[in-house]
């Protein structure tokens, strides 16, 4: 195993910098949750809108596109009239929805300290 410096530990494309870009919005790990949890890795655009209390459409498509761009879901458009749009987990996603479980189990294990946390002013609580 190769060892690195601080500064090439912490460079600017470095793994935990480019794990946290996957989540630059708040809804993609949620979109990854809901596809996974609650429909076995795919789902059509309208289910997911239903399955997202919150996110407006102009939201949920900038973030289904952002994340297809990423790898992390593919699109498949069907030959239908009008076109039914369904997005797809990939292999990549799968193992990102891995961690995203872990801590949103985290979340509800304690969510008595969420509770107690001070808002922040950019915060909807």
């Known amino acids: 195993m190769?060892?690195?410096g601080a500064?090439?530990?912490?460079?600017?494309d470095c793994a935990p910098r480019?794990?946290?870009e996957l989540f630059s919005t708040k809804w993609t790990s949620m979109v990854l949750h809901t596809l996974k949890a609650r429909h076995a890795g795919r789902?059509?655009?309208g289910v997911l809108q239903r399955s997202l209390p919150g996110i407006s459409k102009?939201?949920?498509?900038?973030t289904l596109r952002d994340?297809?761009?990423?790898?992390?879901?593919t699109r498949h458009?069907?030959?239908t009239v009008p076109p039914a749009v369904a997005y797809h987990l990939t292999p990549l996603g799968e193992?990102?929805?891995e961690p995203v479980e872990i801590l949103y189990a985290w979340g509800r294990a304690n969510a008595d300290a969420l509770d107690a946390l001070k808002p922040r002013a950019t915060s909807r609580r």
């Open 2 to 4: 190769e060892r690195h």
């Open 7 to 12: 500064d090439e530990e912490w460079r600017e």
């Open 18 to 20: 480019r794990v946290l």
């Open 43 to 45: 789902a059509r655009t």
């Open 58 to 62: 102009k939201m949920l498509t900038q």
């Open 67 to 73: 994340m297809e761009a990423s790898g992390l879901i």
């Open 77 to 79: 458009v069907a030959g």
């Open 95 to 97: 193992r990102l929805v």
